[in-house]
């Protein structure tokens, strides 16, 4: 069975940094995307950033040039640094992972930035 467990949320001021993890583990099929979404306060779900198995990267416009996201395949795991947060940012973050047709989710973890 497959799970993808995060960690790294928290609490930051404007202008701080954090950084996710989200390992991928019960499963020996290549997965080809992983990334995180996120959803804050009255939104509606939206990509952040994804990576595929090649390195090949998509970001939100919101977080280009503050957000990386890298990727660790030998050990099914993506990071997302993030950068220069803004209260904007704040949201539950989502790590997800496409493998074969299906796409899995983590359990998402809270990402709060006070101004």
């Known amino acids: 069975q497959v799970q993808l467990v995060e960690s790294g949320g928290g609490l930051v001021q404007a202008g701080g940094s954090l950084r996710l993890s989200c390992a991928a583990s019960?499963?020996?099929?290549?997965?080809?995307?992983m990334g995180w979404y996120r959803q804050g306060p009255g939104k509606q779900r939206e990509l952040v950033v994804r990576?595929?198995?090649?390195?090949?990267?998509n970001y939100a416009m919101s977080v280009k040039g503050r957000f990386t996201i890298s990727r660790d395949n030998a050990n099914n795991t993506v990071y997302l640094q993030m950068n220069s947060l803004k209260p904007e940012d704040t949201a539950v973050y989502y790590c997800?992972?496409?493998?074969?047709?299906?796409?899995?989710w983590g359990q998402g973890t809270q990402v709060t930035v006070s101004s």
């Open positions: 019960g499963s020996n099929r290549s997965i080809n995307f």
């Open positions: 997800y992972a496409d493998i074969g047709r299906r796409t899995y």
């Open positions: 990576i595929n198995n090649g390195g090949s990267t």
